[in-house]
Structure formats: C-alpha cells, structure tokens
C-alpha cells in the first residue's frame, strides 16, 4: 500500500518545540516510521522552507518530500495558505510522475484543504486528522480568534472526507456538534507513544545529566510557549505553593514566543517566583525521557488538548500528572489513579494538587507506577495498525481494495 501523508505547514523532522512544532510533528513522524515497518510506502509531503533535500530518505519505505509553495524559508503558519494552490499543483505533478498512491492521509485543516483537492484530482481515498479544530480552540479560551477561513474549510473537509480520524471520543463529539461530521465516517484512534524511548529513568541520574539539584521538588511544563497551553495559570499556581523551594521547567518555545516568554517573566518578577522558574527553549524530542524522569510532576495546564500527548509521554516515564480536565486529556489521565484533573481554570486548584502530591511522596510513587501501566494502550504498533484499518475501510468505501500488507492485518 502506497500512502501520501501531507503535512503541508510544518515538517515532521523540524525541531520541537517551536510555535508550530509539537505533538503532530510526531505523531506525522512517527505513525508512518510504524507503518513502514508494518510494509507500507510512505511518503510525507511537506512545504520547502530551506536549503535541504527535496526528497530525504527516512527509513526503509519511508520517505520526506519537500513541496515548492511559496518563498522556500520559514514563513508564519497563517502565511501559508496563500500558497497552498501551488502546493497542491507541484505535489500534484510529483504524484503523477511517481508509482500509484492508495489513499491520501492529510493532517491539519490547511493539508485537508490539499488533500481534499487532490483526492479529487487523483480519485483517492481521503483520510484526514484536524489535530486541533478551530471552532473549539475559540470556544476555550477567551481572545483566541482563529479565522472563519479555518473552520468554513475544516466543515468542508469533514463533509468530504471518505474518513475523519479522532484521537478521543471528546473529540469525535465536538466533530459532530460543531461541524456536523457524520459519525459513521469517524474512528478513533488514540495518538501513540514509542514505549522503548519513553520509560522510567533514574531520577538521580536524569537530574544530575539535566544539572538540577537532587534535593527539591522539580515541577516540569512541556511543550510550545502559547496562551492556549495556560502558563500564565501555572506561574500563578506556583506562587500559591506550600513549598517555596519548589522549582518549575519550561520546556519549549522558539524565538517567535519570545514577546510571551517576556511577558512570562515579567509575571513571575511580579509574583516573586522569578528564581525558581528556569525556561530551557526548546530540546530534542529524544532528551524529553531525561526530564520526564526528573520532575516530580508533570502540569498540563492548557484550555485546550486534543489528545494530550505531553501528559502520556510524562506518565510513560513513571511521572504523575496534573492536568486540566480538558479534550483528550480526560481519556488519558486518570483521576486520582495517574495524576488529578482540575475542571477550573484558575491557579488554586493546581497549587492544591500540586501540594497534595508534594507532600506525598508514596502517593506521587503509587501514581507514577499506576501512570506507566496505563499507557500500554498507546504502544504505536497497536496505533498503526488500527489506523492501517481505517485505511482499508475509506478504500472500500470508494470501491477500491488496497494491498495492505500481511503485517497490518495479523492481529485482526
């Protein structure tokens, strides 16, 4: 089976971390590494932004083209689809002059808005993930204003689509009350985890790598440096601590979150905190094990999560979570069994928790053991599979039926 994978704005072997790196980056990456080993030819297509390859090796079966679209240089996220017809036109041309593709699968609204395009154009099979949806980003937090371009198109590409992948039944729901999606062309399928690189590590030993003391409470944020992940609420939580030695991570953000981070920074002066938060930008995907084992706990204080992969790698490595019971984040954290849920978006629920675990250190153990068990539903071979499945249902849905190869289908 031969799969087009477009992930038109952001490259999944960018660095993470930067404001349009984060989960999907690895989630793009790694479901078709999986899939490749599974017998699959994948092909993931991105937009040029720089001096590199046009078409990359990643790994047996497994490639990365990179689509002309536009200057061939980072440009915003919003900037982007002014060019996305030429994106769609050359990605077209290569498709052509390439070996028959099976199925188009498109992630995020602006490669859906490609990939609907060009399933029509090549008569494929359409499978798209919108990741993050408009219409509830606007809805969590208030300020957020993504455009009415976004979601007219995202209602678009779910009307059409032959199938809508959700990584949680909250997310499948608010496809089907915000946008009208038909339920019987939606699966979900969690976003996995690779369990190898994510697991428990010497916590002496991670923060001794990571130069942090041995001796006081580490506190760690993960991921990109933007108002909808809440910061502004944990810094506050922070300051709410019974520990005052408590130290906090934030772990992400490029330059572009530099007027954020200032505005962070300033907070913290303001609440007295400033010594005890340390921004470290961002780190490569394969140091976060090193500091998920070195916190004590993970805080996950977003508006908005459609699945939450931060919370999962963090449980993977024997690491509780507090969390906002938000999205995907209520099917991942399991309350009071793997970390807490806090419902309020305010800072005095997560100082409380925070507290609570603080002070004990059998319970944040109990947690912590009870976190790594209940990630095994994530292992990514389980993913690609399942997913390999939905493939082979949006073929049958168009008439075709696709050379899945035996590996995909052992398990069934």
């Not at 704005?9 to 793009?28: D, I, K």
């Not at 099979?125 to 980003?137: A, C, I, S, W, Y």
Request: aromatic share 8%; glycine share 8%; hydrophobic share 45%.
């Amino acid at each position: 089976m031969r799969i087009a994978m477009v992930s038109a704005h952001t490259s999944p072997l960018a660095p993470l971390g930067g404001r349009e790196t984060g989960g999907m980056n690895v989630y793009v990456l790694e479901l078709s590494r999986e899939l490749a080993a599974l017998g699959c030819n994948v092909d993931i297509f991105t937009r040029l932004d720089g001096d590199l390859p046009r078409v990359e090796p990643v790994a047996p079966g497994l490639r990365l083209v990179r689509i002309d679209a536009g200057p061939a240089a980072p440009i915003e996220k919003e900037a982007i689809v002014a060019h996305l017809p030429e994106f769609v036109r050359n990605l077209y041309t290569f498709a052509c002059a390439a070996p028959p593709y099976d199925l188009i699968h498109s992630h995020y609204w602006q490669s859906g808005w490609a990939g609907t395009i060009l399933a029509r154009r090549l008569a494929l099979p359409h499978v798209v993930m919108f990741h993050t949806l408009g219409e509830v980003k606007n809805r969590a937090r208030f300020g957020e204003a993504e455009p009415t371009l976004r979601i007219r198109h995202e209602r678009t590409i779910a009307r059409r689509a032959d199938a809508i992948v959700t990584a949680s039944n909250h997310e499948r729901q608010l496809l089907e009350r915000y946008y009208g999606a038909d339920p019987a062309k939606m699966h979900t399928v969690p976003c996995g985890i690779d369990l190898e690189r994510f697991r428990p590590l010497p916590r002496s030993e991670a923060r001794a790598r990571l130069g942090l003391p041995a001796d006081i409470p580490i506190l760690l944020w993960v991921g990109r440096v933007e108002r909808l992940k809440g910061l502004e609420i944990l810094l506050d939580a922070v300051a709410g601590l019974e520990r005052a030695d408590a130290r906090l991570l934030i772990v992400g953000g490029d330059d572009r979150a530099a007027p954020l981070r200032a505005e962070l920074e300033a907070q913290a002066r303001a609440l007295g905190i400033a010594d005890r938060i340390t921004f470290t930008g961002a780190v490569e995907h394969a140091s976060l094990p090193w500091y998920y084992s070195a916190a004590d706990i993970c805080v996950v204080p977003s508006f908005y999560e459609s699945f939450g992969l931060v919370a999962v790698e963090a449980m993977a490595c024997g690491t509780p979570v507090v969390a906002s019971r938000v999205g995907g984040l209520t099917s991942t954290v399991i309350d009071g069994v793997t970390g807490y849920l806090i419902p309020w978006r305010c800072p005095e629920p997560f100082s409380e928790k925070l507290d609570v675990l603080l002070a004990n250190p059998e319970l944040r153990a109990n947690f912590g053991r009870a976190a790594r068990a209940s990630v095994e539903r994530f292992r990514w071979s389980t993913v690609a599979r399942r997913i390999a499945e939905v493939y082979e249902t949006a073929c049958e849905r168009r008439g075709r039926r696709p050379a899945l190869p035996p590996a995909a289908i052992a398990d069934r």
